[in-house]
């Protein structure tokens, strides 16, 4: 039992896994740290507590909790897991705005605050804030490049107080940046605790490990065992990070050159040369991932490029941007966008990375198919970190749609 002044706070039992995470956290010596590892091991609740815990002893400190999409940190971390945390550990100690999603302390005016990423109004909330600590939850969600404008938000100063950000996630495949950066890379002032399932058998019920032992093998690892390996209802077969280099940029070396370009607040823009050997081969050049960008940004990135204007550029359905692009130059058309066909389309082709297009590379990685009520994967995707998978489904379902002719293909002759 600790007090805050004269009130005696009573702390829920921690397993000694939770007891390890709780000495990372409150000692403040890292910078980045990743929770990662089984499911309903406790590494969520573990963090979201440690985090009450320094709203309490720094006075004034904004704390972002975020998560790719707003309706699932409302749901997940918000309503099941922090609200009812407060009520019952911290009871009185601080008020809820339930609109904003802001839980602020009446006695120290520190703050914590909840956002998403999924809308223009949403990121610029989050990015017009600076904050002490940074907490990311299910990261595997998010793109790099998104990550890293988040963390140029880690600028709020506090006393005494080493700013850091909190990642935590379940696994998925290793060649994920994640994986890269906290069991590849391994930065400095970085630390991963991986989490299992064995971790917190206090706090689950048998039934649930049952039901963990009977998911499909690979779900079996990344759930119960905490493994990083390969996914199941992964859209794309042919996502390899032995094919990521530093590719050729003479364009006489390819055969064709097609643009595929996804609006939205996350605009992301990739470019592929196009080869035809034994089999259909692409090659990811170039891609830019804007955030909260307009028309004109992406048009000023790709006219550093030269020659860009002579190759067909499909593009998501807006058409005023298309009529802006057209306007300056470029061959600006709308994509197809069939999900299937084109998912079908693209797992012809071999893939090649360029090693500076990672966020295109990640995003079709990660890219996985949504399931119907009987579990059986559809053609659907799940709508997460998919805006550079959906440009490269535009450019080479596009290029194979208008260059295809009976069984082989013919190319544009420029």
Aim: glycine share 6%; with cysteine.
């Amino acid at each position: 039992m600790q007090t805050l002044g004269q009130k005696e706070l009573v702390l829920p039992k921690r397993t000694d896994k939770q007891l390890i995470g709780t000495k990372i956290i409150l000692n403040n010596i890292y910078e980045d740290i990743l929770f990662d590892g089984a499911a309903r091991a406790g590494k969520t609740f573990n963090i979201l507590f440690n985090l009450v815990l320094l709203s309490l002893k720094y006075p004034d400190l904004r704390i972002l909790i975020a998560r790719e999409r707003l309706s699932h940190a409302i749901s997940s971390l918000w309503l099941q897991s922090l609200i009812p945390m407060v009520d019952k550990y911290f009871h009185g100690l601080y008020e809820e705005n339930k609109t904003q999603h802001i839980l602020k302390n009446k006695i120290n005016d520190s703050e914590i605050w909840l956002g998403g990423l999924d809308t223009k109004e949403r990121a610029e909330k989050i990015f017009g804030q600076e904050y002490g600590i940074i907490f990311l939850n299910e990261a595997v969600q998010l793109g790099e490049k998104t990550v890293a404008k988040i963390q140029t938000r880690l600028a709020q100063k506090i006393v005494n107080l080493k700013n850091f950000m909190i990642f935590d996630c379940n696994p998925r495949s290793p060649a994920h940046w994640i994986y890269q950066k906290f069991y590849i890379d391994k930065p400095k002032d970085s630390i991963r605790l991986t989490w299992y399932t064995k971790d917190n058998l206090e706090n689950i019920s048998e039934t649930l490990i049952n039901r963990l032992e009977q998911l499909p093998e690979t779900e079996r690892r990344r759930y119960l065992l905490g493994e990083w390996c390969e996914v199941e209802g992964a859209v794309y077969n042919n996502i390899h990070d032995k094919n990521i280099s530093n590719l050729n940029k003479d364009w006489g070396k390819y055969d064709d050159i097609v643009i595929g370009i996804d609006w939205g607040y996350h605009t992301h823009a990739s470019i592929w040369g196009i080869k035809q050997e034994e089999k259909l081969q692409a090659y990811c050049l170039y891609d830019f991932a804007l955030i909260g960008s307009k028309t004109s940004d992406l048009i000023i990135e790709m006219d550093k490029i030269e020659w860009l204007k002579r190759y067909k550029c499909y593009c998501d359905h807006e058409l005023d941007r298309i009529d802006e692009m057209c306007d300056k130059g470029y061959i600006a058309v709308k994509a197809y966008k069939e999900v299937g066909a084109g998912d079908s389309s693209v797992n012809e082709y071999d893939l090649y990375f360029d090693n500076k297009c990672n966020e295109t590379f990640q995003s079709m990685l990660n890219l996985m198919h949504q399931q119907d009520k009987n579990e059986n994967y559809i053609d659907a995707h799940e709508k997460v970190n998919d805006h550079g998978a959906d440009s490269a489904r535009y450019a080479l379902h596009g290029w194979r749609k208008d260059n295809e002719k009976g069984k082989g293909h013919y190319f544009i002759k420029r």
